[in-house]
């Protein structure tokens, strides 16, 4: 090979590039941050045209029926809920192991047990549950004691006062890459556990009437934390 | 998963550290092309960012060069759409008196060379990488990266002795 070395040889001494002055890397650094904004945007939009997941959790036994003083429903009580809902004072029965104040206005405590309770639009009952079984949640919030519990390290939380508890509200993942449009929101109660309030996007809530939602909830003496 | 911070203070080390190389091997593989090969490394250096948080910092410079490639074909690719023509013709070189003239002719004689050649030619001899990681950069199988950087090599060798009589008469 009498010339090929030559040639590579060339290509080898070339001049090396110029180092990276910080304002280039600082730039750099700043179109990464604009391609995270970028596909997180993107992500949020698909996931908000895909099918809704079910969520599907164990939910325990104790089935209630409508309230007798429930309020009447409302065009904004479907289980896709377009209007935005009103909270209004809850007046049916009280699930096991929390006390429940506020609900978006005609929706009911519709299954619970000491660990979680789901609360659901008008026209939304459970058949038939049995303890253990799941039950989904499908358009419909979730609210549930855990003994630890946090949320992904992927996801960006904001501090919110839960009367005068402090809250994080922010997205669970959907895949091991993307962020749903699922809103939790957790605080800790006075046993020093974390109550988790699952709410849909679905449901159409803004995240001052999901906190609202939280300050109305008080966890009793007969609710016992899942996983602890 | 690395915080946000943290994240950001690896990959400004990182960049601070690797750019230069990086551009380089841009510039080998869009044949010498200073703004273009400035175009592929700010892209490349884009996916390694959102990669980053999976990214292990004893790998970062093989994948690194791995989106270099990556955005070096698919650059070629584009720009072959919209401006390059085939030509069964070398393209003359002008003999400059700049003390890199070798390198220029080496450069504008590497750029007749396919694309996927290119890189095998650049990352096997002139970055010195081993077939596996040749290979690994190429996203292709090892064969495939000997076939390439052999043919690619005897194009070079017989294109050098050539051009250098017809650039330096």
């Known amino acids: 090979m009498p010339d090929t070395p030559d040639v590579i040889e060339a290509l080898r001494n070339l001049p090396p590039a110029a180092p990276a002055s910080p304002d280039i890397v600082a730039a750099d650094l700043e179109r990464g941050h604009r391609a995270v904004t970028a596909r997180r945007r993107r992500r949020l939009a698909l996931s908000g045209a895909a099918a809704a997941v079910i969520t599907v959790v164990a939910v325990g036994a104790v089935r209630f029926g409508p309230p007798a003083t429930s309020p009447p429903p409302t065009a904004s009580g479907t289980s896709s809920a377009t209007v935005r809902l009103t909270l209004v004072d809850y007046l049916g029965d009280q699930p096991v192991g929390f006390k429940v104040t506020t609900v978006p206005q ?12 789901v609360v ?24 549930s004691l855990r003994a630890s519990t946090t949320f992904p390290a992927q996801t960006s939380t904001e501090e919110v006062d839960v009367n005068g508890r402090p809250g994080r509200i922010g997205h669970p993942l959907a ?23 699952q709410v849909p996007a679905s449901t159409n809530l803004t995240e001052s009437q999901i906190v609202r939602f939280a300050g109305g909830i008080t966890v009793t003496g007969q609710a016992r934390p899942i996983g602890g | 998963m690395r915080r946000t911070s943290e994240k950001d203070g690896d990959f400004t080390e990182f960049v601070a550290e690797r750019r230069p190389e990086l551009v380089r091997l841009a510039t080998l593989l869009v044949s010498g092309d200073a703004a273009k090969a400035e175009d592929v490394v700010q892209t490349a250096l884009t996916r390694i960012y959102l990669a980053w948080p999976k990214v292990r910092r004893e790998t970062a410079t093989a994948y690194a060069r791995r989106c270099v490639v990556n955005a070096a074909i698919d650059e070629r690719r584009s720009l072959f759409r919209r401006r390059e023509q085939l030509s069964a013709q070398l393209p003359d070189v002008a003999a400059t008196e700049t003390p890199h003239q070798d390198g220029d002719l080496a450069v504008a004689l590497l750029a007749t060379l396919p694309a996927s050649m290119r890189a095998a030619v650049v990352l096997r001899y002139v970055e010195g990488l081993s077939i596996a990681e040749t290979a690994a950069a190429m996203r292709c199988g090892e064969g495939n990266v000997k076939s390439q950087s052999a043919r690619g090599l005897q194009k070079l060798r017989e294109q050098f002795p050539a051009r250098t009589q017809h650039v330096f008469p």
């Open chain 1, 175 to 197: 895949s091991a890459t993307e962020l749903s449009d699922t809103t939790w929101l957790m605080f800790p109660d006075d046993a020093g556990h974390t109550v988790q309030v």
């Open chain 1, 120 to 143: 659901a639009p008008p026209g939304v009952t459970v058949a038939s549950p049995r303890p253990g079984a799941p039950v989904s949640v499908q358009h419909q919030i979730m609210v």
């Open chain 1, 106 to 117: 005609g929706w009911t405590v519709t299954s619970s047990d000491p660990s979680a309770f």
